[in-house]
């Protein structure tokens, strides 16, 4: 079976680049590493993606080794959509209203 595709949230998105954009105004390294962890996160979670824990009823979450965001995402067809990149410590579980059953 082929890799699976990915999809973002437009809002899960919106917080990559929010995130990006605080990381970077701080530390243009610091900016391109959390992207690094976010393309290294996309790649384990295609060539995997059950491997990951149930987070809720129907998602999964991969947690970032070395900044404090995880990717909310689940499997549909084969399709991993990603519901949002999240802050670990920030408003838990407020993406829930984006994912419909």
Request: charged share 25%.
């Amino acid at each position: 079976m082929p890799l699976p595709t990915v999809s973002f949230n437009p809002q899960a998105s919106l917080e990559t680049e929010a995130a990006f954009d605080w990381y970077h105004e701080r530390s243009p390294q610091a900016a391109y590493a959390f992207l690094y962890e976010l393309d290294h996160a996309i790649t384990r979670i295609r060539e995997a993606p059950e491997a990951w824990p149930l987070y809720g009823n129907l998602c999964r979450r991969y947690i970032f080794p070395r900044f404090p965001f995880q990717i909310i995402y689940r499997i549909v067809d084969n399709t991993i959509q990603v519901v949002a990149v999240a802050h670990g410590r920030r408003r838990p579980g407020y993406w829930k209203e984006r994912v419909k059953e």
